[in-house]
T-cell receptor, first 112, second 112 residues
Framework: DGGITQSPKYLFRKEGQNVTLSCEQN?????MYWYRQDPGQGLRLIYY???????QKGDIAEGYSVSREKKESFPLTVTSAQKNPTAFYLC???????????FGDGTRLSIL | KQEVTQIPAALSVPEGENLVLNCSFT??????LQWFRQDPGKGLTSLLL?????REQTSGRLNASLDKSSGRSTLYIAASQPGDSATYLC???????????FGTGTRLQVFP
C-alpha cells in the first residue's frame, strides 16, 4: 500500500545528543513537510521541501536540520541546539496542491 | 500572516446529535482547505479536502463547506457516534507560500 512511514515510533534523546527521525514515502509526492505538535496545541511547521535537493525553513526551524537527497526520503535531525525537543513529530507529503496533504503516524521524542 | 482559528476548543455531546465545528482563517488567498481527524497519540487522517473554487464536499455523515470571502469553513457531522470522538483539525494551504497552516483543533467527545 502507498503511504508515509515514520520511524521510530518512540525516540529518546540524551542531553547534547543529535537524533534523526526518518520519513519515507512511496506516493511519488514532490513535496514533503515536518511538523511539531505539543500537547494541546496545533501543528507548527519546522521545514518543508518542494523538490529534491531543495528545502525551506518553516516557522520553528531553529535547532533542526533536514536533507532531501531522494524524492522518497526527508529525514529530520533534532540537534543539541534544540533545548526543548520533547514533542510529537509528524511528517507529511503532497503532490500537486489540489490533492491535499497526507500524514505519517508520527514519532514521539522524549528527553532522558 | 495567515492565522487559523477553531471554535469550540472542546465539545461533549450525547450520541445521535448533529454537530457543527467551525474554522476561520484571516487570509482568503488559499489553494484549499482540509479537515483532518486525529486520534490520541496518532497521526492525522484526512477527512475532506475543499478546493478554493468549491463550496462544499461530502463524505458519508460528514459535510464541509467553504466560504472564502468570509474566511470560514464548517464541518457538519450528522448523527454523531462514540467512534467520532477525536480531535478535528482544519488547515489551509496558502496561495503565496504553499505552506499548510493549522488551527489548534476541536476536541470532540461523543458519549453513549
Amino acid at each position: 500500500d502507498g503511504g508515509i512511514t515514520q520511524s521510530p515510533k518512540y525516540l529518546f534523546r540524551k542531553e547534547g545528543q543529535n537524533v534523526t527521525l526518518s520519513c519515507e514515502q512511496n506516493l511519488n509526492h514532490d513535496a514533503m513537510y515536518w511538523y511539531r505538535q505539543d500537547p494541546g496545541q496545533g501543528l507548527r511547521l519546522i521545514y518543508y521541501s518542494q523538490i529534491v535537493n531543495d528545502f525551506q525553513k518553516g516557522d520553528i526551524a531553529e535547532g533542526y536540520s533536514v536533507s532531501r537527497e531522494k524524492k522518497e526520503s526527508f529525514p529530520l535531525t533534532v540537534t543539541s541546539a534544540q533545548k526543548n525537543p520533547t514533542a510529537f513529530y509528524l511528517c507529511a507529503s503532497s503532490t500537486e496542491l489540489e490533492q491535499g496533504v497526507h500524514f505519517g503516524d508520527g514519532t514521539r521524542l522524549s528527553i532522558l | 500572516k495567515q492565522e487559523v482559528t477553531q471554535i469550540p476548543a472542546a465539545l461533549s455531546v450525547p450520541e445521535g446529535e448533529n454537530l457543527v465545528l467551525n474554522c476561520s482563517f484571516t487570509d482568503s488567498a488559499i489553494y484549499n482547505l482540509q479537515w483532518f481527524r486525529q486520534d490520541p497519540g496518532k497521526g492525522l487522517t484526512s477527512l475532506l479536502l475543499i478546493q478554493s473554487s468549491q463550496r462544499e464536499q461530502t463524505s458519508g455523515r460528514l459535510n464541509a463547506s467553504l466560504d472564502k470571502s468570509s474566511g470560514r469553513s464548517t464541518l457538519y457531522i450528522a448523527a454523531s457516534q462514540p467512534g467520532d470522538s477525536a480531535t478535528y483539525l482544519c488547515a489551509v494551504q496558502n496561495y503565496n507560500t504553499d505552506k499548510l497552516i493549522f488551527g489548534t483543533g476541536t476536541r470532540l467527545q461523543v458519549f453513549p
